[in-house]
């Protein structure tokens, strides 16, 4: 071992036991609140969103809105069923008519939404609302009601057959509430929920990386030095979600995909740009059976932007009901692990990292 490595343990160590006993540990699971989930991606941009099937038809609603002071809320429809070229899709709040679009036009103002950058929709057919004062009515009566209603002019061998699919209001109101929260707009005028007069403002927020071009010189080499972490298709560099986390001082954190993925799981890197614009690689501890561990590569890596923190998620198999979890929060000069949990059982369950055995800090927990 290193001089090096052995201090850096040392220190990882250190951190380990003055972090267990003062951070708080959220849940290890997505939030949701009757039938809708929340969630945020790397950048800042944060969703509630409601899955509803009727029968052989899927709806996917989802509320949608990004980190900037002025961005507005976006409605996201999405559907399995093919949609006709003409037709009208029609949206109802407890029965009482709020919207009629036409397929074609709906088709034809798809272009004018920018679609926050890091959002990644579902598959099928889907489309943004009309966004503005129409997506605000619809906010508002969904808000106060209780069921919503999306009527889709489904395309069947016969000809155009209406489909009703309805979608549940219930938690709602309090998953937006959590996207105001979350984003640091509760009591702003950009408040969904429960606006104030205090002026709007940013929220916590990462930097979408799109290229490996736009990795400055130092951190490039860095980047390029490690392993075979270049060797990647540009095209997919572009989908893996990698971000710079802005710091003080200038400075910058780079969650960067490190090589190509696997079946299940992609690897990054963590690269720190210091005011100077010099790069260091951050590794990162993990616990063994004889203590805390280094490692330099992470998996599945997820940045949280409102607690600066990053999580890594390593499955074991396609279900992702075994495997390893890691979460680390940046102290201002590293990343400092705050939990660890695994399961070695692959049995193809329904994943519930809620239950995972804790390797640290170490407790009472059952597989």
């Known amino acids: ?15 380990l036991m003055g972090a ?3 951070m708080a540990q959220p849940g290890r699971t997505t939030p949701s609140f009757e039938s809708w989930t929340v969630d945020c991606g790397n950048t800042g941009v944060c969703f509630a969103s409601s899955f509803t099937r009727s029968q052989s038809v899927w709806v996917d609603v989802r509320i949608v809105r990004d980190w900037q002071a002025e961005a507005q809320p976006l409605v996201r429809v999405t559907t399995n069923t093919e949609l006709p070229q003409d037709g009208t899709l029609k949206f109802e709040v407890d029965g009482a008519p709020i919207e009629a679009l036409p397929i074609e036009q709906l088709r034809e103002m798809q272009p004018a939404v920018n679609p926050p950058a890091g959002f990644r929709p579902l598959g099928g057919e889907g489309f943004w609302y009309p966004t503005g004062p129409a997506t605000t009515t619809l906010l508002d009566a969904m808000r106060m009601g209780k069921e919503l209603t999306i009527r889709l002019p489904a395309a069947t061998a016969t000809g155009t057959e209406p489909v009703a699919v309805p979608v549940s209001l219930l938690g709602l109101k309090s998953s937006l509430l959590w996207l105001d929260n979350r ?3 509760t009591g702003t005028v950009a408040a969904i929920v429960a ?12 930097i979408p990386l799109m290229s490996a071009d736009q990795l400055p010189p130092e951190v490039a080499a860095v980047w390029s030095a490690n392993r075979l972490c270049s060797e990647i298709d540009p095209t997919i560099f572009a989908s893996l979600n990698a971000v710079r986390v802005p710091l003080a001082d200038s400075a910058a954190l780079y969650i960067i995909p490190c090589g190509a993925p696997t079946a299940y799981n992609s690897p990054y890197v963590a690269v720190l740009s210091g005011k100077d614009g010099a790069a260091r ?10 203590g805390p561990i280094a490692t330099d590569l992470i998996y599945n890596a997820r940045w949280i932007p409102a607690d600066q ?3 890594s998620y390593f499955k074991g198999s396609g279900v992702g009901e075994c495997g390893l979890w890691n979460r680390w929060v940046w102290n201002g000069t590293g990343l400092v692990l705050l939990e660890e949990a695994a399961r070695k059982t692959c049995d193809g369950t329904e994943p519930d990292l809620s239950n995972w055995s804790n390797t640290w800090p170490l407790k009472n927990a059952s597989n």
């Open 309 to 311: 923190q990053l999580v």
């Open 20 to 22: 267990s006993s003062t």
């Open 281 to 290: 690689q951050v590794h990162v501890a993990r616990m063994s059976e004889k």
């Open 195 to 206: 606006p104030g007069t205090d002026p709007a403002r940013d929220a916590p927020h990462a």
């Open 183 to 185: 984003q640091d707009r």
């Open 1 to 15: 071992m290193t001089p090096r490595l052995l201090t850096l343990l040392m220190t990882v160590a250190a951190a």
